[in-house]
């Protein structure tokens, strides 16, 4: 085993051997062998399942989004929201919008007799 | 197949990266002997990656077995641009340190004054059996990332910018961390430095 330096880049292959063999598994063939017959059992998903739940979740960002979209632009057109049309009594009893208005009107028939 | 030897250790980081992108799209495809060429190259270094971590043999076999399974259902998403290897171990170690962490703290038995202060040399192998054991309680006295850093590194053959994304720390540290597991490591093995 060499003096490691702090900057070396190189394995040093006499630690390697000797933590190699310290943590050497045994048996790779069990293992695998236990591994494959787990994996028998998983659901690997595929390409298609893979794109499928991309898909699904496309379908539904684009209804999302156009479903905003289709507020915003119903928003924007809308006009203003329709007057209520007054009734007679209404406007009899409401006082006059612009009173100003009303007596220039009858200061000018008065000033007309 | 399953009596087929894992990989050796340092050639399994030089697999050509394109050969493994195709065994990897067989696998997704559904071809489960793909998978199980994968496995087979990548048991051993999965197994002792888990063991440095967690000491106990029986369960770094379980937390390998589970990353290899956790990798089948995540191949699809892996980036075949990269290599398999280190996205592999990743996974593996993630598992190790999980496991580790879920089952109940074992205590860590002190160093043996007598393995540590010296000893015979390892000619034998009852001698080379307690400097495997001497070896495995060093490293059980080291931070779990350092022990992993020094495995992937002096072991497996994995360069530091390799184990970086492994252990999803900078370059920097991983050779940090190696230098220090190996100067750890060294000042308990001296006399079998002497030997050696």
Redesign the interface.
Known sequence: MKDPLPFDHRADPALGKALREALDPGDAGAFTARVMALAGQVRVPSWDAVLARWARTGVAAAVVVSLAAGYLVGRATAGPPAAVRPTVSDVLIAPPAHPGEVEVVLASVIGNN | ??????QP??EVARIPQQDEAELVAR????E?AA??VL??RY??VA??VA??VLGN?ED??DA??DA??SA??K??QYDARRPFGPWLLRIVANAATDRRRRRSVRRVEPLDVGLTAGGPRPDTTAQ?RA???R??QA?AQLPERRRMA??L???E?Y??AEIAPILGIPEGTV??E??HA??R??VL?AD??EG?
Request: glycine share 10%.
């Open positions: 197949m399953a009596d087929l030897p894992s250790a340092q696998a997704v495809a559904g489960r998978f199980g496995v087979e048991a051993g197994r002792r063991r440095a043999p770094a076999d390998a077995q290899m399974l089948l259902v191949l699809g080379r400097l495997s054991e070896l495995r490293l020094v495995v590194f002096d072991v053959g360069s530091h050779r940090s190696v230098f190996r100067r490591l060294r093995l079998w430095k050696g």
